[in-house]
């Protein structure tokens, strides 16, 4: 079974241009969720969707970040335009509705570098 | 507002010593609490988790303790083997399963030879 597969793993912008990051969740999780690690501090919050709808974007930094879930299955997480301080780890996560264990499953991440 | 801290940036334990991870929590709703595991270049990983309704849960090597009164958590690893240097992150939830996990800053443990 595929895990979380995440898209690009390192994107490297100038500052005012915009980056698409694209998450493909494990298949038949209706959770995913965004989080972001800045270098050495604590894995940060995003938000979550649940199926196609955003149950908690309440980490989301400001408007220039954008989360979309058509369909309910792969997300994209566009930033435009990019600041400095955008860059860091993205990483992605799904889970299945009603786990027992309350798991969440990551893909690798996006780096993001933003000059 | 870090709702989950990690207050020890690393660790360097002896191989075959035991390692012990903490980690403090804030908001009192957590009732789940879990560790991951990251190598570098991958995304965390499962390691071990514990409800609010219980105050130990071993695995194996790993025992993760819980004490609510003091909202603290702590990993234990022993022994300690090289192959267990990685950073360790600590999550909690509130409300159940599937809920926003928040997350610590990490600690990068190094088990030595």
């Known amino acids: 079974e595929a895990g979380v597969t995440q898209f690009p793993s390192h994107s490297v912008i100038e500052k005012g241009q915009t980056v698409t990051l694209r998450c493909d969740p494990i298949s038949g999780h209706d959770n995913l969720y965004w989080y972001r690690r800045v270098m050495g501090k604590e894995i940060k919050f995003l938000l979550h969707?649940?199926?196609?709808?955003?149950?908690?974007e309440s980490g989301m930094p400001n408007n220039r970040f954008l989360a979309e879930r058509t369909g309910g299955t792969y997300s994209t997480l566009k930033v435009q335009p990019a600041e400095l301080e955008d860059s860091g780890v993205y990483f992605c996560?799904?889970?299945?509705?009603?786990?027992?264990?309350?798991?969440?499953?990551f893909g690798e991440g996006s780096r993001l570098t933003v000059l | 507002d870090q709702q989950v801290k990690q207050n020890s940036p690393s660790l360097s334990v002896q191989e075959g010593r035991i390692s012990i991870l903490n980690c403090d929590y804030t908001?009192?709703?957590?009732?789940?609490f879990l560790w991951y595991k990251k190598y570098p270049a991958e995304g965390p990983t499962f390691l071990i988790s514990?409800?609010?309704?219980?105050d130990k849960n071993e695995d194996g090597r790993f025992t993760v303790f819980l004490n609510k009164s003091a909202k603290h958590l702590s990993l234990h690893i022993v022994p300690s083997q090289p192959g267990d240097s990685a950073v360790y992150f600590c999550?909690?939830?509130?409300?159940?399963?599937?809920?926003?996990?928040?997350f610590g800053a990490g600690t990068r443990l190094t088990v030595k030879p």
């Open positions: 969707f649940v199926k196609e709808s955003k149950q908690d």
């Open positions: 514990i409800s609010s309704i219980k």
């Open positions: 908001n009192s709703m957590f009732d789940y």
């Open positions: 999550a909690a939830s509130a409300q159940g399963f599937n809920n926003d996990m928040r």
């Open positions: 996560a799904s889970s299945q509705s009603g786990s027992n264990t309350g798991e969440l499953f």
